[in-house]
Each structure stands twice: as structure tokens, then as C-alpha cells.
């Protein structure tokens, strides 16, 4: 059973693979300066449900960190949520390069229209993907 049908999750997730901007909300301390700074980078969704999403990263952040996630979607536009990240993991692969590291973040609000734009997207590609494979 893949992972997106998985009966024991609350939201269906659909695999994607689409460029997202994740931004700390939270200053850290710089480890050279001990300045407050932000993160933010542009990284690769690899799958989204309504109640969050797995992001691939070389540099994924800790759990707990509150996060700004902004989905562009392929018709134009972008989503906006702020979320938490739930889990986070750093996998060595051959040579000693970072494979498979993300992580897992669940939302926790945007703005309402930003919301429905988001279930819009899950529901024209998650049914395009479902009908796809049949």
C-alpha cells in the first residue's frame, strides 16, 4: 500500500514534484556571528495533503520550527501556509551526499482563499493523477 493511500492518515496525500519556497518565522542564532537570521531557500515538494506536506532539502530544519511554505502551482499563482515541522531526516548516500532529507510539515493556517486554492489543486491533480492510473 503506497504511502498516500495509507488508511491511517487524515488527508489523502498527492505526490507532486513542484518548486516550493520554505522561510523560517523564527530568527535562529548565525553559529559564526550569533546575529539573529532567517532561512529561506526554494526546495521541491515532493507531496501535499490538506493537512501539510513532505519537502525535500539538504538543509532540513529542526522539528518544531515554524515555517512559512509557499506552493507554486503549475496554473499560475501560489499557496501560503504557515506550518510546523513535524518531523525532519538526513540520509547519507553514496559519497557521503545528503539523498532523501526533508521534511515533513504540517500546516496550521493561511489565509481562506489560499486555502481553497489548495484544495482546488488537490482535488484537479490528485483526481487527474487517480484516473491516470486506473
Keep these: 500500500m503506497s504511502d498516500s ?3 491511517q492518515r487524515r488527508f489523502r496525500r ?3 514534484e513542484m518548486s ?3 522561510s523560517t518565522i523564527d530568527p535562529e542564532p548565525d553559529p559564526r556571528t550569533g546575529r539573529p537570521f532567517f532561512r529561506a531557500s526554494r526546495e521541491l515538494l515532493a507531496n501535499v495533503s490538506e493537512g501539510g506536506a513532505y519537502i ?3 538543509d532540513p530544519l ?3 520550527r515554524r515555517v512559512l511554505v509557499e506552493i ?3 496554473q499560475g499563482g501560489a499557496i501560503e501556509a504557515v506550518g ?5 531526516r538526513s540520509i547519507l548516500g553514496s559519497g ?3 539523498e532523501g532529507s526533508g521534511v515533513g510539515v504540517e500546516f496550521l493556517g493561511g489565509a481562506p482563499g489560499k486555502k481553497r486554492s489548495l484544495q482546488d489543486f488537490l482535488d484537479r491533480y490528485g483526481g487527474a493523477q487517480a484516473a491516470a492510473s486506473e
Design 84 to 88: 510546523r515541522v513535524a518531523w525532519s
Design 72 to 74: 507554486e502551482l503549475p
Design 62 to 64: 529542526s522539528p518544531g
Design 96 to 98: 557521503g551526499k545528503l
Design 14 to 16: 498527492v505526490p507532486v
Design 56 to 58: 525535500r532539502t539538504l
Design 20 to 22: 516550493v519556497r520554505l
Design 5 to 7: 493511500q495509507n488508511p
